[in-house]
């Protein structure tokens, strides 16, 4: 029986758009029946749940509540953060410099890559935290609901659409990303850097979907988010958190 994960040509039909010729290239690609279990689509309780939640986040909070008993009832990824403060200071300084420091994008841009991202993810939670903090930046209110509608008639700027298209494409099929998803943000006039932010910027919201789901926190109340948004977009993602510090 051959081995799920097999040494084999890339079909021609995932690159045609990127105009180049077949390679022989290693992929992972599991068996259908695995890769469906692997990503799951929107179908799925917790992604349901969360797009109850954010719809009226009154209702569903009392029905979702975290995993372990020795966490609070409104408990969030903060309360982790404390109980491993050496593990998340370092994820917190990582988080400062990809959504603060140098790059392409600027912080309401990155924002918003990561608020489409957790949306294309279905976690309600970060997408309402992180849509916050766009909104906190001078974005338009609903800009990044009308992003998740249509990428194509959003109001955002021309260049930034191929990025949203590659990051959608990130975070739902990553197996299916080409190079022609990668050629268009160059296009567009992207550089290297700002195809690094985007990968980097998808891969944390996948991260934090996981920790999400996985201790079953939510929903995220909007004033509460808000509030925060705020205190992030004043502190930073280091200082946000007491006991944490610029080292």
Known sequence: ??????????????????????????????????????????????AQRHADARADPAEFRESM????????????????????????RLWSQMSELLMNGPSPFSQQEREVLLAFAAGEMGCAFV???????????GLPRGSIDAL??????????????????FVR????????????????????????????????????????HRLVAGFGFGPLDPELAASHARKRVERGYVRLYSGFSER
């Open 169 to 208: 494409h990130l975070a739902r099929q990553p197996d299916d990303v080409t190079r022609a998803h990668v050629d268009a943000m160059f296009a567009a006039g992207w550089d290297e850097q700002a195809m690094h932010d985007a990968v980097a910027i998808t891969a944390r919201a996948a991260f934090m």
């Open 127 to 137: 997408l309402t935290g992180h849509s916050e903090v766009a909104y906190a930046r």
């Open 1 to 46: 029986m051959e081995h799920p994960w097999s040494l084999r040509p890339e079909p021609r039909d995932r690159i045609v758009e990127a105009d180049m010729p077949a390679t022989l290239q290693i992929t992972c690609q599991p068996p259908a029946a695995a890769r469906s279990e692997l990503r799951p689509e929107f179908g799925t309780e917790f």
């Open 65 to 88: 509540l975290p995993f372990l008993d020795t966490l609070p009832e409104n408990a969030g990824p903060p309360n982790i953060y404390k109980r491993f403060p050496d593990l998340y």
């Open 148 to 165: 998740l509608a249509d990428i194509e008639t959003a109001p955002v700027e021309d260049r930034l659409r191929p990025v949203l298209r």
